[in-house]
């Protein structure tokens, strides 16, 4: 078997390796580049190129993981979307000299072309980072595509590489490769079941009691030297595997809808400041679309003061009211300031403050009419 190949000969995708994961299709072990995980089954990982080959039921869903502590993103089952075809340096391109030659006149001079004749790894740590050309003068070597960003080829007429799920992949760059947490550092749990179980085994194990921290905040308290996080919620510690962990902006909203936020309260939104939820259900319906999703317990806080206790990266406002937390739209808010902000709706929840302003209103209206 080709040392490039996986069990079936799958040819390896070129980025991390995943230690102690293998595909359970082809065989390759470790995984690398992304870590493809089902949802439905237990222990059940694929490569990227039998996940984009359609191995595996096409109805079960999966968990994308650039690499070992990279966010773990949920995606759809394939057989609802479509594929692309993928176009590049492939086996039968041809190509000339790239930006990065290093190679003398091997290719016969300057301009001169040759054919792929196949997609190799640099070395043993890097799959599918260079390949193998054919030059017209029947010279023949290995050259780098992709190894540590050098390109010493160009291709002239492209060839295709397969099908591919084109929204099943990553944004490049879009956030660190390692996600590290310090200790006090404020992280929201991810609220979705699947994917906070699935993510569990050998990362502290999942516990069905630990339901009662989805969606929620704490803070770290430390983070070992395996990745994994112990975090306190309400009391309670937990060790999490870091993929499924957010970080809590620190400061004020001052980003994307956070701006929103500071100009509907006449100042930035932090952690620790008291704010009033708007007190039309039908609004509030309306502006929790995309930001978490309107249900009936956030009835009970309607027009009622409550606690901030975190601002995310997309700047939706986390509050928190007796033990449930909620997560808002910043639009949905309004912060209060001295004796008003002290004057909430009390730990009961029952919507008593806005009930008071009601009844201020009633009294102001029979007076006015009086």
Request: net charge neutral.
């Amino acid at each position: 078997m080709d040392p490039w190949r996986g069990g079936d000969g799958c040819v390896l995708l070129v980025g991390s390796l995943h230690p102690g994961v293998k595909c359970a299709n082809c065989h390759v072990d470790p995984i690398p580049g992304a870590r493809w995980k089902c949802v439905a089954c237990d222990d059940y990982d694929l490569c990227s190129l039998c996940y984009h080959g359609d191995k595996h039921n096409l109805g079960h869903a999966f968990l994308r993981l650039e690499t070992p502590s990279s966010k773990v993103t949920k995606l759809p089952p394939r057989k609802d979307c479509s594929k692309v075809q993928a176009q590049g340096i492939f086996p039968g391109a041809v190509v000339t000299r790239g930006r990065d030659w290093k190679h003398g006149d091997q290719d016969g001079g300057d301009g001169k072309r040759g054919k792929v004749v196949d997609i190799r790894p640099w070395n043993d740590e890097f799959a599918r980072s260079a390949v193998r050309v054919r030059w017209e003068n029947k010279h023949e070597n290995t050259y780098r595509l992709g190894f540590q960003g050098k390109t010493d080829v160009l291709a002239v007429t492209a060839t295709s590489g397969g099908h591919y799920y084109k929204y099943h992949l990553p944004i490049i760059a879009l956030e660190p490769l390692q996600r590290s947490f310090g200790a006090d550092e404020y992280v929201r749990v991810d609220s979705d079941l699947e994917t906070v179980r699935a993510m569990q085994p050998n990362h502290g194990e999942w516990m069905d009691k630990m339901r009662y921290v989805l969606g929620r905040i704490g803070k770290v308290v430390r983070q070992f030297d395996t990745g994994d996080v112990k975090v306190l919620v309400d009391g309670e510690e937990w060790t999490l595997n870091p993929v499924v962990l957010d970080s809590m902006m620190p400061t004020t909203t001052t980003s994307r809808q956070g701006a929103r936020a500071e100009a509907s309260s006449g100042g930035g939104i932090k952690s620790g400041d008291s704010v009033r939820v708007i007190g039309d259900v039908s609004k509030l319906k309306e502006l929790q679309k995309g930001h978490g999703g309107f249900n009936d317990s956030m009835r009970k806080v309607l027009g009622c003061v409550v606690t901030v206790i975190g601002i995310d990266k997309d700047g939706d406002v986390h509050v928190k009211h007796g033990d449930q937390q909620w997560c808002l739209n910043p639009q949905a808010v309004e912060k209060v300031e001295g004796s008003e902000a002290s004057g909430g709706a009390g730990e009961d929840g029952d919507g008593a403050e806005m009930l008071r302003r009601l009844l201020a209103s009633a009294l102001l209206k029979a007076f006015v009419d009086k």
